[in-house]
């Protein structure tokens, strides 16, 4: 639906610090990344770390302290509509059905309602939820409400797909699913997508490459390929090629994570009491 040249991110020595004084933070400090065009990229790293921080960034809801985001060489200063946005939350509008959910968007670019309701429609239909289209949200699933929501995100043809945690709401078997179909439709669109997870297995089963991000202040640690061959089936989740990709996350995460928690942690934390608590419960050894 887009140019092969359209949809690059970039984001160049960015910076985070938030409050002033004494209550001043520094979340992200240094960080450069870019999604190709046309590329999946997602963003990994403890809880804290800056992700969805650089994808406010990039969204246009928040500015650097430092740095810039560019979005085709252009700087990245508010919202727009070449850059759509899927959140963990279900932002939908209970008053709307399905279809009228998805024509949003496009309803607010004035694009006329006959071709409004076709491209509703054939979205729907891509996502197999055509048959749903008269209903509202309170009487869909999760998984459900969650592809409308990536479906209402597409429909105004946008250069670059933002995602954070967008299945972290769902149970174990519904998030596989919508890996699934996230990933055959961006097999059909290919556009840019920037996707934030705490899921590494999700991670490598959608992603061209990954970034794994420090505790922080976040900081690029790593860059991963991903070399499995497209179109990703639940099946590639078997082979050595990707259980060793997910065993090298873990173990990077794993030492990103305990730096985390840091000072909060002593070594009992981990290892165990090293005793026997017993039936008298913690009362024993405190």
Request: charged fraction near 20%; hydrophobic fraction near 40%.
């Amino acid at each position: 639906m887009n140019g092969a040249s359209k949809g690059f991110v970039e984001c160049r020595n960015i910076g985070v610090v938030f409050g002033s004084g004494d209550a001043q933070t520094e979340a992200v400090k240094d960080v450069s990344i870019t999604v190709q065009p046309n590329e999946f990229v997602s963003l990994i790293g403890p809880s804290g770390c800056g992700k969805s921080t650089l994808l406010s960034i990039v969204a246009g809801f928040a500015h650097p302290t430092r740095g810039v985001a560019t979005l085709d060489g252009v700087e990245i200063r508010k919202p727009g509509a070449e850059r759509g946005v899927v959140f963990q939350q279900y932002s939908l509008f209970p008053w709307l059905t399905v279809r009228k959910n998805v024509e949003f968007g496009l309803r607010m670019a004035g694009v006329p309602s006959s071709k409004r309701i076709s491209s509703a429609r054939t979205l729907l239909g891509l996502a197999g939820l055509l048959a749903f289209e008269n209903h509202y949200p309170d009487q869909l699933s999760g998984g459900m409400k969650q592809r409308i929501g990536i479906v209402r995100a597409l429909a105004t043809s946008p250069q670059v797909l933002l995602m954070d945690e967008p299945f972290g709401a769902l149970d174990t078997q519904t998030r596989a699913v919508m890996q699934e179909i996230l990933t055959n439709m961006w097999q059909q669109f290919r556009i840019s997508v920037l996707f934030i997870t705490h899921d590494i297995e999700e991670s490598v089963f959608l992603s061209d490459r990954i970034y794994v991000m420090t505790s922080r202040p976040g900081r690029i640690k790593a860059e991963i390929q991903v070399p499995l061959p497209r179109p990703r089936t639940a099946a590639m989740t078997d082979t050595k090629e990707f259980t060793d990709l997910v065993h090298q996350l873990k173990s990077l995460i794993r030492e990103e994570s305990l730096a985390a928690m840091g000072s909060e942690l002593g070594p009992e934390g981990v290892a165990g009491f090293g005793m026997e608590v017993g039936p008298g419960g913690v009362n024993n050894i405190l």
